[in-house]
């Protein structure tokens, strides 16, 4: 297992197109989250799955962007019709827990990201 | 609504110096913190965290204090060495939620001079 893989690197869009991200989280991992983090800002939480169900939203999600965990493995990330705003790097993580319970954050793992630039 | 704060966006210490991070937050219900650990191009990894019923962790170079009452935590690393040159987050969990998804800090970046 080589950890979080996350594709593309990197994304360079002209505004008004859509774009997909995907991440592939540890196996044996059953939380997937998604973060966006902009220029000299820390990550900021976007979305969150318990395999395949999507249980938080954060009000930055808007109806632009969509995020799938389909059979509770890999997930993507679209956003549609981009926005110069939206240029940030995309980093998904993942970790395990129990359903109901709480994990403590160490159990995180970060894949590298995708930066995407919106031009 | 900034609940994690890192006000310094950046610091520079000589190898072998100590280093010392500082993070505030706002929310009296985070009760455990994390710092992480970021290079370029690479997604953050954990370094140390610190629950609230305690006061200290250390781990190696790496020591974090907690100070409940005044809402603040730092980390230390002693002695820095030019391979800390990484930008740190801290970190905090919100444990009432499933998922217990991180409010980051905006960063700090440390810079470790040969």
């Known amino acids: 297992d080589t950890g979080v893989s996350q594709d593309p690197r990197h994304k360079i869009t002209k505004r008004g197109q859509n774009v997909t991200f995907r991440c592939d989280p540890i196996?044996?991992?059953?939380?997937l989250y998604w973060y966006r983090q902009t220029l000299g800002q820390g990550p900021e939480f976007l979305t969150y799955f318990q395999n395949e169900a999507q249980l938080e939203k954060s009000r930055l999600l808007s109806d632009r962007f969509s995020a799938e965990r389909p059979k509770g493995s890999f997930s993507t990330l679209e956003i549609q019709r981009t926005e110069q705003g939206d240029s940030a790097m995309y980093l998904c993580a993942s970790s395990f827990g129990l359903s109901g319970q709480g994990a403590i954050g160490y159990g995180y793992t970060f894949g590298s990201g995708t930066r995407l630039t919106v031009v | 609504d900034q609940q994690v704060k890192q006000n310094s966006p950046s610091l520079s210490v000589q190898e072998g110096r100590i280093s010392i991070l500082n993070c505030d937050y706002t929310?009296?219900?985070?009760?455990?913190f994390l710092w992480y650990k970021k290079y370029p191009a690479e997604g953050p990894t954990f370094l140390i965290s610190i629950s609230s019923i305690k006061d200290k962790n250390e781990d190696g170079r790496f020591t974090v204090f907690l100070n409940k009452s005044a809402k603040h935590l730092s980390l230390h690393i002693v002695p820095s060495q030019p391979g800390d040159s990484a930008v740190y987050f801290c970190a905090a969990p919100n444990m009432e939620i499933a998922g217990n998804m991180l409010t980051f800090g905006g960063g700090t970046r440390l810079m470790v001079k040969p």
């Open positions: 196996s044996e991992h059953n939380r």
């Open positions: 929310n009296s219900m985070f009760d455990y």
